[in-house]
């Protein structure tokens, strides 16, 4: 076998290996959500039982991060894409500063940005006990993902040019911001989008203590799954989880793809040849 034949079988069967080390604990996770008794196996027999179980016990749970997840998505757009343009466009020592302190959130461990915000805003009206609450901790934690993604894709344009060409046409900064700089950064929103949305549906530690009995999300609920011992109730639940997610990731990235215009060709009108004799 020739060695570069070799070293392609090689790649090919670790990947497959690693492909499979992370696939196979899903799918036993499936299984065992569909199973009457997991310990048992298949010979037990199949059932829906337990997603209905789930469903009826945490419905409440799944469509709270599904919202939750959504709005901290629109809160990042908001706030993230205008943030990536400024930091795109002024490189200075207050932007960098300014980058530097949007990046605090991820260093510092979730569990203490939710002890901030409960000892600064747990006292504030009903602000403690409404699911705002939790999405406030979610921008927080998401909105440098956003930002990264977003600006990654800013820095690699040349906007300056891009801008002054459009401005030489007529456009408005609006529409220059609107029709220019956010069509060609469409792939780093799309990025980022994917990135908020798995990581607000999916996030425990913020989460876990800035809810209450009234504003429980899914992981949440998904821990209290495994707390009651029963796996096949858990696996139920992370089986709701995938059938969810996935769907969202799918069509978040439909948008990614560009927009295709059609054009009509119009033949251009016979003109007839004068002939002039001198």
Not at 102 to 119: E, Q, R, Y
Not at 234 to 255: D, M, R
């Amino acid at each position: 076998m020739k060695p570069k034949k070799l070293f392609f079988s090689l790649q090919l069967i670790f990947s497959l290996l690693v492909c499979g080390f992370l696939i196979i604990p899903v799918v036993m996770s499936a299984l065992a959500g569909l199973t009457v008794n997991y310990f048992v196996g298949l010979e037990s027999g199949l059932t829906l039982r337990w997603i209905v179980e789930v469903w009826h016990a945490y419905g409440d749970t799944i469509a709270r991060s599904i919202g939750i997840a959504l709005a901290c998505l629109a809160c990042t757009l908001v706030l993230g894409v205008p943030a990536a343009y400024v930091l795109a466009r002024r490189s200075n020592r207050i932007t960098r500063l300014f980058e530097e302190l949007l990046m605090l959130p991820i260093a510092v461990p979730g569990l203490a940005t939710a002890l901030a915000l409960v000892s600064v805003y747990g006292s504030v009206g009903n602000f403690r006990g409404s699911w705002t609450f939790i999405l406030v901790g979610h921008v927080l934690f998401t909105l440098p993902f956003m930002v990264r993604a977003v600006l990654a894709v800013m820095l690699t344009l040349d906007l300056k040019t891009l801008e002054e060409g459009a401005a030489s046409l007529g456009a408005s900064h609006w529409q220059r911001f609107a029709h220019v700089v956010l069509p060609n950064c469409r792939h780093g929103i799309v990025a980022g989008a994917l990135m908020v949305l798995t990581l607000s549906i999916g996030e425990f530690n913020l989460t876990w203590l800035l809810h209450t009995p009234y504003t429980k999300t899914l992981p949440v609920g998904l821990a209290d799954a495994y707390a009651s011992m029963r796996l096949e109730v858990g696996s139920a639940y992370t089986l709701i989880f995938f059938v969810i997610i996935v769907p969202l990731l799918v069509a978040t990235q439909a948008l990614a793809k560009p927009r295709t215009r059609k054009f009509i060709d119009k033949k251009p009108a016979d003109q007839g040849l004068v002939l002039v004799k001198s």
